[in-house]
């Protein structure tokens, strides 16, 4: 198989990996939706350490969805269209 060939058939991969994250981000983002919100989460001077057991969590799919896995899909549709250095 020739470089390009390779190449191209890694992008189209990539391209469905992409669509799979899509997913599962969805599917993330939907499970911090569903937890109940405390009127703690509602204080922008509140203290991390001392929300509840939903807020905790929300917080941790909301920091994995914004931080890790946003950075990731972008990367990896750039990469899907020839982005990658």
Known sequence: MKETEAVERVRGEIGR?????EA????LQGLA?????SQEEADPDRDLATLDEAGALRATLQCVLRDRLEM???DLRGASKGGAK
């Not at 990996?17 to 994250?21: A, K, M, T, W």
């Not at 599962?24 to 599917?27: A, G, H, I, L, V």
């Open 17 to 21: 990996v992409v669509r799979d994250l």
């Open 72 to 74: 990731a899909l972008k």
């Open 33 to 37: 939706e569903s937890l109940p919100a």
């Open 24 to 27: 599962t981000r969805d599917w």
